[in-house]
C-alpha cells in the first residue's frame, strides 16, 4: 500500500528566505510522486511530478523536489519565498491503479 | 478556459435531500476522477472512470453515492439522502492515461456542499 507523511502542519517563512516542506513516503514499488498546491478558493495546482526520470524534479514558480530513495523522501524546496507563495501543500503518491493518494497538507505562511 | 469544470460551485442542502453535482474535464482526456476534502484534510479518493466504465470505487463511497458518466465526456455525482457528515469539498478531476506511469491529474475547481 502507498502513503505519504507531511512532516509539519504549518511551515512559517519571511518573504525572501528559503522554503522546505517534507514528505516522507511508503510504496511497495517505485512510485509516482507529486506535489500540488491550493490557494485559498482556488483548484489544486500541480506544482511537479517525479517519475523516475531523474531524482531531482523542477517545477513551476521556482519550486523543486528531490526524490531519495534510500530516505524515502520527497521534500519541497524554493530558494526565496514570495508573499504569494502563501497556500496549503499536498504531497502525493501515485496510488498504483492511478488514483491519488494525498497527504494531510502543510500550510506555508510568508510574511514581509 | 479549456480546464476542468464543475457545477455548481456551491450548494447548501437540508439533510435528507438528494443533491447531483456536473464535472466537465479536459475535453482529450479518457480519466475522470472524483475525490472528497473535508476541513484541514487532503482530498480522498471516490471513484475513477476510464471512458464510460467506472474501475474503481473507494469504500468511502457508500450506497447513497451513485456516480456515471454516460458518454464517456462529462459526469455526475448523486448523493442521495444526504447526511451532515456529507459537507465536504467535492473534486473532480481529469486525466489522459499514459502506460506505465500514474497519470498527472488536473483538477476542477471543486463544489463545496454544505448538509444543514
Known amino acids: 500500500a502507498q502513503s505519504v507523511t507531511q512532516l509539519d502542519s504549518h511551515v512559517s517563512v519571511s518573504e525572501g528566505t528559503p522554503v522546505l516542506l517534507r514528505c516522507n513516503y511508503s510504496?511497495?514499488?517505485?512510485?509516482?510522486l507529486f506535489w500540488y498546491v491550493q490557494h485559498p478558493n482556488k483548484g489544486l495546482q500541480l506544482l511537479l511530478k517525479?517519475?523516475?526520470?531523474?531524482?531531482l524534479v523542477k517545477g513551476i514558480n521556482g519550486f523543486e523536489a528531490e526524490f531519495k530513495k534510500s530516505e524515502t523522501s520527497f521534500h519541497l524546496t524554493k530558494p526565496s519565498a514570495h508573499m504569494s507563495d502563501a497556500a496549503e501543500y499536498f504531497c502525493?503518491?501515485?496510488?498504483?491503479?492511478?488514483?491519488?493518494?494525498f497527504g494531510t497538507g502543510t500550510r506555508l505562511q510568508v510574511f514581509p | 478556459d479549456t480546464g476542468v469544470s464543475q457545477d455548481p460551485r456551491h450548494k447548501i442542502t437540508k439533510r435528507g435531500q438528494n443533491v447531483t453535482f456536473r464535472c466537465d474535464p479536459i475535453?482529450?482526456?479518457?480519466?475522470l476522477y472524483w475525490y472528497r476534502q473535508t476541513l484541514g484534510q487532503g482530498p480522498e479518493f471516490l471513484t475513477y472512470?476510464?471512458?464510460?466504465?467506472?474501475?474503481?470505487k473507494s469504500r468511502l463511497l457508500s450506497d447513497r453515492f451513485s456516480a456515471e458518466r454516460p458518454k464517456g465526456s462529462f459526469s455526475t455525482l448523486e448523493i442521495q439522502r444526504t447526511e451532515q457528515g456529507d459537507s465536504a469539498m467535492y473534486l473532480c478531476?481529469?486525466?489522459?492515461?499514459?502506460?506505465?506511469?500514474?497519470?498527472?491529474?488536473?483538477f476542477g475547481p471543486g463544489t463545496r456542499l454544505t448538509v444543514l
Open positions: 478531476a481529469s486525466s489522459l492515461a499514459i502506460l506505465g506511469e500514474t497519470d498527472t491529474q488536473y
Open positions: 510504496s511497495s514499488y517505485s512510485p509516482s
Open positions: 517525479y517519475t523516475s526520470a531523474a531524482t
Open positions: 502525493v503518491v501515485g496510488g498504483g491503479t492511478d488514483k491519488l493518494i
Open positions: 475535453s482529450e482526456h479518457n480519466r
Open positions: 472512470f476510464q471512458n464510460e466504465a467506472q474501475l474503481e
